[in-house]
């Protein structure tokens, strides 16, 4: 286990639904991150927070809405998706962001209808 | 534009081989690289890391190469065992958070 923990593993819904994924980390670290890995493509950098704060934005789609309520805690609130947006979805941590060493959860498996 | 990719989407290799993945980059300004194995159902895992001013990195098993001169960065794994299978992708970094991935070489171990 590498210390960070997301929930659900798996989730379906529909394009009107209103869901929510949650990360837990454990190592104590103050920067974490969402990503999106779609098959056959690199992993894409969504959100970065540190120290709660949100630091960075990659031109994601409103539909996708970031939540940091503590150091040790992320999550990412899915409204009105897209098809396009089955994915995995992967948090991450680091010490800081300034940290290289990123720690990832096992990732929730998405599917939207 | 500049990314990161990978020359081959998959490999095998026999148990007891050495396995060498290899990794294209182009952007001249990144100053940091890692690999990463992901296994199925599991997140990325952290294998090793190397920065731009070394050439070559050891650690259990495993080694980075990295050839500035080409753009070029390597993993190889020495005496490839089954627990290994695994996708492997590498990273570059550029002023911390730019973080760029690229997209994997699926490494198949024959017992």
């Known amino acids: 286990e590498t210390g960070v923990t997301q929930t659900p593993r798996h989730l379906v819904m529909g394009m009107t639904n209103k869901k929510s994924l949650k990360c837990e980390q454990h190592l104590g670290h103050n920067a974490m991150y969402w990503y999106k890995q779609s098959a056959k493509k690199p992993l894409e950098l969504m959100f970065v927070?540190?120290?709660?704060?949100?630091?960075e934005n990659n031109s994601v789609p409103s539909r996708f809405s970031p939540e940091c309520p503590n150091s040790s805690h992320l999550f990412l609130h899915l409204h009105t998706l897209q098809p396009e947006d089955s994915a995995l979805y992967l948090c991450?941590?680091?010490?800081?962001?300034?940290?290289?060493?990123?720690?990832f959860g096992p990732g929730t498996r998405l599917t939207v209808t | 534009g500049e990314s990161v990719g990978l020359h081959l989407p998959t490999l095998s290799v026999q148990e007891g081989d050495n396995s060498i993945i290899n990794c294209a980059y182009s952007?001249?300004?990144?100053?940091?690289f890692i690999w990463y194995k992901q296994e199925s159902g599991k997140g990325p895992q952290f294998i090793i890391d190397i920065r731009s001013n070394m050439d070559k990195r050891q650690g259990q098993r495993v080694t980075v190469l990295l050839n500035k001169t080409v753009k070029h960065l390597s993993l190889q794994i020495a005496a490839t065992q089954p627990g290994d299978s695994a996708v492997y992708f590498c990273a570059e970094n550029k002023n911390n958070n730019d973080m760029r991935f690229g997209a994997g070489t699926r490494l198949t171990v024959k017992p």
């Open positions: 991450a941590s680091s010490q800081d962001s300034g940290s290289y060493e990123q720690y």
């Open positions: 927070y540190n120290f709660k704060e949100q630091t």
């Open positions: 952007n001249s300004a990144s100053d940091y």
